[in-house]
């Protein structure tokens, strides 16, 4: 089912998870493990991230080096599929543009539609390790709208290879990466705005948040949003921020500010498990006054926290 079907079939607030690929090496068993006892509460819906490859010198046995490519998170789509299979939910791979060709998307897509998947998160994915800003793959997509109009053109049937006629249409439910703080590279809200509104005009069906601490900053993204008829869904991403030092690791690697109660609490907590407790209660607000303010869904990036989120459900529903 499309997440936007989902959504506009629920009865009462769905819940969805965002899990990211083990690193290689590691068995799908570390996610099933992560995943089992969140199946408790029956999530709709759960996002499997995507990692572009990272180039690294490795040393030679003569002692020089050499560049090497490796992809230390693999199996995206393989992934989704065994998730969709082991907990018959549906699961949203992340399509990013960085580091893939247009044709390398393409067929991706034809593997996702081949194997049931209905949706995708569309996203231009953040600069390579080595850059300092992105820089699209000479044969890929610069933004993520882009990769919008990509998905649609397979949804209208429409292949890379223009001799192919009468090409299967695929049905896929686009969703794309909004920011209630705004993207870092966006010169002002204004701008980051018009970008966003271009990918809905376009045809992507819904936005997700990027995650925040501060409710105000969702509901004002949110009226901003309406302000400029921005009309689909918008599901607010949370996490829970549970150490001393996220509180500098956070704002720096998403751009989003931590409230000072928030700071004050870590700071002073010194029991081993306070800062799980700290995140617990914190996240426990945060999706309290949500659900009052009636959100349609809430969305946990649970990496490697799963054990809090999972109390947080616990205490919610
Ligand atoms: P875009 O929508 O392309 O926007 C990027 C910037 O360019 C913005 O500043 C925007 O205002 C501007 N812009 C957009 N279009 C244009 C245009 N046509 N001309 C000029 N400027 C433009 N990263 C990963 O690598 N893998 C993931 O799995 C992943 N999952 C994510 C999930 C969520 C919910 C979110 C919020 C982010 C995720 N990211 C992921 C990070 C994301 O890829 C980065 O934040 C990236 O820097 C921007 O992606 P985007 O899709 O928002 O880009």
Known sequence: MKVTDLLASATKPIISLE?????????????????????EFGPSFVNVTYHRAEQIMKKRADGTYEKVEIRKRPGTVSICAALMNKYKIEAVPHLICGGFTKEETENALIDLNFLGVKNVLALRGDAAANEKFFTANPNGHRYAEELVQQVLNLNHGKYMEEDIIDGVKTDFCIGVAGYPEKHFEAPNIETDTYYLKRKIELGADYIVTQMFFKNSHYYNFVNRCKENNINCPIIPGLKPLTSKRQLTTIPSIFN???????????VKSTAPDAGD????????????????NKVPVLHFYTLGKPQVVYNVLKRLF
């Open 277 to 292: 407790r700290i995140g617990e209660e914190w996240l426990y607000q945060q999706c309290v006054d949500l659900l009052k």
């Open 256 to 266: 989003v500010e931590v409230p000072v109660d928030l700071v004050n609490e870590l």
């Open 19 to 39: 899990i990211l690929p083990p690193t290689k090496g590691k068995s799908i068993e570390s996610i099933y493990g992560h995943l089992d006892p969140l199946m």
